[in-house]
């Protein structure tokens, strides 16, 4: 079993992963810069685990010990035991789940990559709301998206509030960068995809007549919240869809609309 190391200073320097978690531009910044991120609570530390992400170290209270022993384990990683008091301190917040790991990054696969496999992906454009990174990557997984391409200004899926909303589905759809926006586009179309631009637009085909689970492979495009898809985006797309709204309701929170576009993106399709 990995050695429990008990600290009693907030300053002490093993620490440092952890220190400041609510300065969200600083963890932007630096996360990516040192090649880690944040998992928090039990579930997502192991699903973390799981998808392969090694453990730099671990931050837990002392009554969270019992329940992530098996977790432990053998683990080289070492493992900080310490008072909910202290890890507030070093964190800059109460640590609900007791427990934290600093993961190590895995490099991103290219977009040519995930689009020699995939039949059905996910097309961010500034999507920089952590919230919304998380539901639609777990709306993504649940129903059976195969992928997800970002846009260089998109938030990362790796921070620890992505992680936390998404329940660790982040670890589950594999994604990358497109490094030219929105020109990179052309390579998506030139992978076999259909671009579909999600928008509230009236001149958009509906769904239900779009029918876009008949189609062999579909790149979704979702827009940032509020703004929607910018200008140069929905030019680039083939062809505009919209969820039918009801009751004057303009439109959807862009987690909820991802979820009903990729319901429908995804019913009835064949296996892969």
Not at 106 to 125: I, Q
Not at 223 to 240: F, K, T, V
């Amino acid at each position: 079993m990995a050695e429990l190391i008990t600290v009693e200073d907030p300053d002490d320097p093993r620490l440092r992963d952890y220190t400041g978690l609510t300065d969200v531009e600083l963890r932007r910044k630096r996360e990516p810069a040192e090649g880690l991120f944040i998992a928090e609570g039990e579930k997502v530390i192991r699903r973390a685990g799981d998808a392969g992400y090694a453990m730099r170290s671990m931050l837990l209270s002392a009554k969270w010990v019992d329940a992530m022993r098996d977790v432990i384990g053998d683990l080289p990683a070492p493992v900080y035991v310490v008072s909910p008091a202290l890890a507030e301190q070093v964190t800059g917040y109460h640590v609900h789940r007791g427990a934290l790991a600093s993961m190590q990054r895995k490099p991103l696969p290219t977009a040519a990559g995930l689009l020699s496999t995939a039949r059905r992906v996910v097309v961010m454009e500034s999507v920089n709301d952590h919230t919304n990174i998380g539901a639609i990557f777990r709306s993504a997984a649940a129903l059976g998206m195969d992928a997800v391409l970002l846009s260089p200004d998109c938030a990362d899926p790796l921070y620890r509030r992505s992680v936390k909303v998404s329940m660790g589905a982040v670890f589950s759809v594999p994604y990358a960068r497109l490094d030219a926006w929105p020109s990179d586009l052309q390579s998506v179309r030139e992978a076999g995809f259909t671009l579909l631009a999600l928008t509230p637009d009236e001149k958009a085909r509906s769904l239900d007549e779009a029918a876009p689970h008949t189609l062999d492979r579909v790149a979704l495009m979702l827009g940032a919240e509020g703004d929607g898809l910018s200008a140069r985006a929905l030019a680039a797309a083939d062809e505009w869809v919209r969820i039918p709204m009801s009751h004057g309701v303009d439109s959807l929170n862009v987690g909820a609309a991802a979820a009903v576009a990729f319901y429908a993106v995804t019913t009835g399709r064949p296996p892969a």
